[in-house]
């Protein structure tokens, strides 16, 4: 019956295609097949060039690490330092003091305000600008030692005058110091910057006599040979090198901090006023207390005598009571007798009053 529906030519046509449609079916799959094996390949190609670039991505991160923290405690192989070390060696290198105006004469400190008036060397012009930030310092001598004074502003200049106004803030205790405060000054474009080298030249008991006691060891221990309990930090070649100190920072490190001790003490003072007034007047409100104590004390004994006066006064009243109570009691009695007797009485005379009656009835009246 097939036969008959699809002639033989249908078949053979059926037969081609579906060779040919196997043909293609191959030719995908041997294509799929070479592209999935091309990408497993590419892709265990690309995962091992990630793992190589991830080693040495890591490994060139801690040489950069290193090449950027290297100092003289932690080197390179090399024996040399890395960047931030580098940068600071040469910062130290450029580093200058900027200019200086030494034997300034002080003409007036204005004590409100810390305004200060100056007079420079008067055979050259001062070239200072408006609004230069100078750092002064009074200058030293055998009889008092010079001192910080303070971070001033230029507000104006001519020729070998500038007026200089204070930067900070300054407090009470600043305005009287810088009040107090003789010349002549010595002012730096640049905060002195601390060296090794900066104190060599004097002695030691110049040294003691211008260092604070607290540190003066550390400044005559500096660059002698260091012992073997110096920390590791401060030996250099075999010698003892103190801690170099920011004085720009430092100074202004101690300016805030005695800002704020001046506030917190202000505001310590005040407290402690306001404690003195909460005192004295717990002290008013005490005696106050007192008296109204003694006050309420007597008004109690009072009441208390009174109590007792009432108690006593109710204790008299109660005897009577119970007396009367008594006497009450006794008269109830005899009346209840008297009244029995006269309901007696009234009884016989009802009943006498009863048979005559009778009597009466029976008879009749006149019999």
């Known amino acids: 019956m097939l036969d008959t529906l699809f002639p033989p ?11 040919i449609l196997l043909w293609f079916i191959g030719v995908a799959a041997a294509v799929c097949f070479y592209t999935s ?8 190609h690309w995962c091992t060039k990630a793992i190589d670039f991830q080693t040495k991505l890591e490994a060139l991160q801690k040489t950069n690490q290193d090449l950027l923290e290297a100092d003289k405690d932690r080197p390179l192989a090399d024996g040399s330092m890395g960047v931030r070390a580098l940068k600071a060696e040469l ?19 204005d004590p409100r305000t810390g305004d200060v008036a100056l007079n420079t060397d008067a055979g050259t012009p ?46 009470e205790r600043d305005l009287k110091r810088l009040a107090g405060s003789k010349g002549p000054w010595s ?80 505001a310590l003072t005040r407290d402690v006023k306001y404690l ?27 009441a208390r005598k009174e109590q007792k006066e009432v108690a006593d006064h109710m204790a008299v009243l109660e005897h009577l009571l119970q007396g009367l109570q008594q006497i009450v009691a006794e008269r109830i009695r005899g009346n209840l007798a008297i009244a029995r007797e006269i309901a007696k009485v009234q009884l016989d005379a009802a009943r006498l009053i009863d048979e005559r009656t009778r009597t009466m009835a029976q008879f009749g009246p006149g019999k």
């Open 126 to 171: 001062n070239r200072i600008s408006v609004n230069t930030i100078l750092y002064a310092f009074e200058d030293w001598d055998d009889k008092s030692p010079g001192q910080y004074v303070g971070e001033f502003k230029a507000t104006a200049v001519a020729d070998n005058k500038v007026q200089l106004a204070p930067t900070l803030n300054l407090t």
């Open 187 to 266: 002012m730096y474009e640049l905060m002195p910057v601390d060296r090794h080298t900066a104190l060599a030249s004097l002695s030691e008991e110049e040294k003691k006599a211008r260092l604070p006691a607290e540190s003066v060891a550390e400044y005559l221990k500096d660059g002698q040979p260091a012992a073997a309990d110096d920390p590791p930090q401060r030996k250099e070649e075999g010698k003892y090198r103190r801690s170099l100190r920011d004085y720009k920072e430092l100074f202004r490190a101690s300016h805030s901090e005695r800002t704020l001790f001046v506030d917190r003490f202000e």
């Open 276 to 302: 003195a007034d909460s005192k004295t007047d717990s002290l008013e409100q005490t005696q106050f207390a007192q008296r109204e104590l003694g006050s309420v004390q007597t008004e109690l004994a009072l």
């Open 9 to 19: 030519a249908y078949h053979l046509a059926m037969s081609i295609w579906n060779k």
């Open 37 to 44: 094996a091309r990408t497993l390949k590419t892709y265990q």
């Open 91 to 109: 910062t130290l290198l450029l580093l200058n003091r900027g200019r200086i105006w030494d034997k300034c004469d002080l003409q007036k400190v």
